[in-house]
């Protein structure tokens, strides 16, 4: 049962107060792949770049069990661009720079031996080209969808009918909120349930994740990192260790899903601890198993004798 | 073993989105005793209140076994008054009118019984003042102290001084983000101990809390809470939990102490379920008891089989 990974593939320009990158390897699909392939192969990635886009990227991703079969290359054309700031909390962030270049006429095309794919990631792009894949998908079993607040504003009704075709939303707890329109979390999480979204998986970055299915709610810590480096493609990391976990183990019960937000929370604290893509490139499963028992210390208490 | 609670009691006016109170009983030590009470007994209460505080307040206080001896009552003063206002999302809040009244000139003075208490919990006040009862006390197993960015602010070296006599250090995030210079909280938190401070606990609201030893980090959840009504007290019936859960087991291990963290938890969230102490005066062990294994589902992951 292979594994389709939709989503942007860009050059990212980053600057926080600590250093500066340009042109860095980025986009949601990236992250999402890079992370994901630590748990499971091969993984099918769907997306858009330009001539431009850098060679050494594209031997990245196929080092990363990535194929790329579906990866349209637009001749002449520029790759997606963006560029942003952190600010000193590096909780907040300024978006200097957006260029879509041939992402504006991205049409993703499901080659004709994925449309049977049973499991989805939609990385954060318009809900109109999300809803776009899933025409094309002839019955998935497991689809992971993540979004931002430009679409919960700007393609609210897109949205909205995205939302009852998908299993699993993530998105992070600004957007929850603004999404329901509710400023408590819990409550928020409740109307957006009653959406029609069957998981939904709240990020708060340095608080850690909440998971809210139909019976349980699980709290997952935030991993004790006291240097980030760069923020960005954290929410795309926790997406890839999240569906990746999940594709490899094929155990979608509700104890495995609290596995899958932990080893989402793992891949997200590797990824934020180096620029770019770098703190993906390289782990080993060893490691990735340490971090998540780690998570499982810091959690942990036991009833009073 | 006695334990000791010292801080304020007062006339609380609050404002929510939802609803109003008048001169409703309040205070950093009615909020604590009152949480403690449901662990423990007596608790020895070191305060001051004015001759018009209600005579109902004194017997609500009384029915929780809080020993008041140590309560001096002014005769002709007016009790501490304080009134706040809190916005939309409850998570912030501005005070429209602290009247410090008997408390501007209150010298605590610990009766010679309590000399040896070996627990204690010094509630938020100035630092000063927290300083003197330590300074009557005959060496104290266990002290657990709370602050907020006012003294942070105007009282730095006398509460750097305090910070390096007591045992456990109680803050929220945006207190220990200001007393450490520092946005990320685990950096903060180490920093803060490396100000003398042996064990940390940092609240975060609706995110739970962390706690901080020589050797852990442990994160607990915040209770799913979707109904907010009055947040003020949560921080002392946090205090109140923790404390009174660890003098009823006289076990200061780091295992019992992350119990202690989740009971704290358990009563600050039946605090803010109503307005002023109301949610903290007639609750069952039962419900204490089941509410703290709901903490426990919450955060509760396995390793994969």
Excluded at 139 to 156: A, L, Q, S
Aim: charged share 25%; proline share 4%; net charge negative.
């Amino acid at each position: 049962m292979s594994l389709l990974i939709v989503g942007s593939l860009g050059l990212d320009t980053v600057a926080t107060p600590f250093s500066k990158v340009v042109d860095a390897l980025g986009g949601s699909a990236t992250y999402i792949s890079l992370s994901a392939s630590y748990f499971t192969a091969p993984l099918h990635l769907i997306g858009v770049v330009g001539e431009d886009f850098p060679k050494e990227y594209i031997k990245l991703l196929e080092d990363h069990n990535v194929d790329l079969g579906g990866l349209q290359i637009v001749e002449g054309g520029k790759t997606f661009r963006w560029s942003g700031k952190y600010h000193y909390d590096l909780n907040t962030r300024d978006t200097l720079l957006t260029e879509l270049n041939v992402f504006e006429s991205f049409n993703p095309i499901i080659p004709e031996q994925l449309k049977k794919s049973k499991y989805v990631c939609l990385g954060n792009i318009d809900p109109v080209l999300q809803i776009k894949v899933l025409d094309q998908l002839d019955n998935p079993r497991f689809v992971v969808c993540d979004t931002m607040n430009y679409w919960i504003e700007g393609k609210k009704d897109e949205l909205l009918k995205l939302l009852t075709r998908v299993n699993v939303l993530i998105i992070n707890d600004s957007e929850a909120r603004l999404l329901a329109h509710e400023p408590n979390l819990f409550k928020a999480a409740k109307i957006i349930r009653e959406l029609g979204v069957e998981i939904l998986i709240i990020k708060k970055g340095e608080h850690g994740a909440l998971l809210f299915t139909e019976d349980i709610i699980f709290s997952a810590p935030a991993y004790p990192l006291e240097m980030i480096n760069d923020p960005t493609g954290a929410g795309d990391s926790f997406a890839g260790g999240f569906i990746g976990y999940l594709h490899k183990t094929q155990d979608l019960s509700a104890e495995n899903m609290k596995r899958a937000v932990v080893y989402g929370s793992t891949m997200a604290s590797f990824c934020v601890e180096e620029f770019s893509t770098q703190g993906l490139e390289n782990i080993s499963y060893l490691r990735i198993q340490d971090r998540f028992r780690e998570f499982q210390t810091m959690s942990k208490f036991d009833e009073e004798n």
